[in-house]
Every structure is written in structure tokens, then in C-alpha cells.
């Protein structure tokens, strides 16, 4: 493939206007939006004109995997950080995946502060690997082998929304949120009729109370 045909399909995927694109086409003119120039550039640079074309491409998916990897670290370390100026209670629910060798698997979320380390998430996969009984597993139709336990952050766990529609979650918040609902509903309001409703809507957010 030509890396512009590569560029193409990272530009359509991305959005936003072509502006992925627009820095392939010109990436010395500022266009407005950092991230797209620095994926354009690791596009770019990794990019094997004499590879085959299923080459070309995993290696692009190769390199934006590892660039979502450090953005997400970044995020991880922002939150922390935020959380600590923000005096919040944040915490993290972390998964842990367990395998035996009889094709069977064990599977268990535990609650952790937003600062736990991987080495220390690490030694609790494998605590819990000594630890569980056996009859707790469960069969498993994917893994043939024993693995090494692993872990996932399955979500975070705050006591204040930071979604980008700030959700009604105290009775006093949703009370409020109701009153304004009802009154932008009385007046034909339709945006204040979505918001509303928005806010209201706080299945996913995070900071919503338990129970």
C-alpha cells in the first residue's frame, strides 16, 4: 500500500474534519490539532514502503496501540493526580483472571485506591492464584493451557462527577435537576429539556451512589 492510502483510513477513522489528513498533506502548517499531527508522524515513521500490504497495516495498528497505551497511562496519572488537588475518595475496581490447566477459570473484582501500583496488583494475582479453591473455578472454553494470572481495571469508582454532562447523583442534586426538567418542558425549552434529562440519565458516571 502507499502510505497515503494508510493515511486514508487513519484520517476517516479519526474524524474531525480531515484534519488528519490536511497534516499529511502539509505538516509544517499548523492545523489546530496536536494529537493528529503526532499520529500522522508515527504513521509516517514506521511506515516500510517495501513491506506487503498486511504488513504496512499491522504495523501502523502496532505503533497507534502503543501510542493509546501511553495516552492512557498519561490519563491514569492525571486522574491521580487530580484526584489528590480535588480531595476526592477515588478508587479503582481491578478484575483478576485466573486459568488452571483443566480448562477452567476463575474471575474476581476487588476494590483498590486510584494510586495501587501494577507490582502490587501483580502480587495479589498471584496471591489469589495460591488461595482460591478450586471449586470456585469455573469451565472455560478459551484457554487450553494454565496461564499467568492477569488483572484489568474494570472502572473507577469517585465521589464527584467529572463526565462531560455534570450528572444529578445526591436526591437533592436530581430534585433540583426535576424542578428545571418540568420547568423547561412548561416553556417549550428543548435544549434545556435534553440537558436535563442528560443529567439525569447518570447510569455510567462514575460518582454515582451505590445501591
Known amino acids: 500500500m502507499k502510505l497515503k492510502e494508510i493515511i486514508k483510513i487513519a484520517s476517516d477513522a479519526y474524524g474531525c474534519d480531515g484534519v488528519l489528513q490536511r497534516y499529511y498533506d502539509d505538516y509544517s502548517t499548523d492545523h489546530g490539532d496536536g494529537l493528529a499531527k503526532f499520529?500522522?508522524?508515527?504513521?509516517?515513521?514506521?511506515?516500510?514502503?517495501?513491506?506487503?500490504?498486511?504488513?504496512?497495516?499491522?504495523?501502523?495498528?502496532?505503533?497507534?496501540?502503543?501510542?493509546?497505551?501511553e495516552v492512557i497511562r498519561v490519563c491514569e496519572?492525571?486522574?491521580?493526580?487530580m484526584a489528590k488537588v480535588l480531595d476526592e475518595v477515588v478508587q479503582i475496581v481491578v478484575g483478576f483472571h485466573l486459568t488452571?490447566?483443566?480448562?477452567?477459570?476463575?474471575?474476581?473484582?476487588?476494590?483498590?485506591?486510584?494510586?495501587v501500583t501494577d507490582g502490587e496488583l501483580d502480587a495479589v494475582a498471584q496471591q489469589l492464584k495460591g488461595s482460591v479453591d478450586g471449586e470456585k473455578y469455573t469451565d472455560d472454553n478459551e484457554y487450553w493451557e494454565e496461564q499467568v494470572p492477569r488483572w484489568e481495571k474494570t472502572k473507577v469508582i469517585t465521589?464527584?462527577?467529572?463526565?462531560?454532562?455534570?450528572?444529578?447523583?445526591?436526591?437533592?442534586?436530581r430534585e433540583v435537576v426535576r424542578n428545571r426538567l418540568d420547568y423547561c418542558v412548561s416553556i417549550d425549552?428543548?435544549?434545556?429539556?435534553r440537558m436535563s434529562q442528560q443529567q439525569l440519565d447518570n447510569e455510567n458516571c462514575p460518582a454515582k451512589p451505590k445501591g
Open 100 to 115: 488452571a490447566s483443566t480448562r477452567q477459570e476463575y474471575y474476581e473484582e476487588r476494590t483498590f485506591p486510584v494510586g
Open 159 to 173: 465521589d464527584k462527577c467529572h463526565c462531560l454532562v455534570k450528572h444529578a447523583n445526591t436526591p437533592e442534586e
Open 39 to 69: 499520529l500522522v508522524a508515527e504513521i509516517t515513521d514506521t511506515y516500510d514502503e517495501t513491506a506487503t500490504d498486511k504488513e504496512q497495516l499491522k504495523e501502523a495498528y502496532r505503533v497507534m496501540e502503543t501510542a493509546k497505551t
Open 77 to 81: 496519572g492525571l486522574f491521580r493526580g
Open 189 to 193: 425549552d428543548a435544549d434545556g429539556v
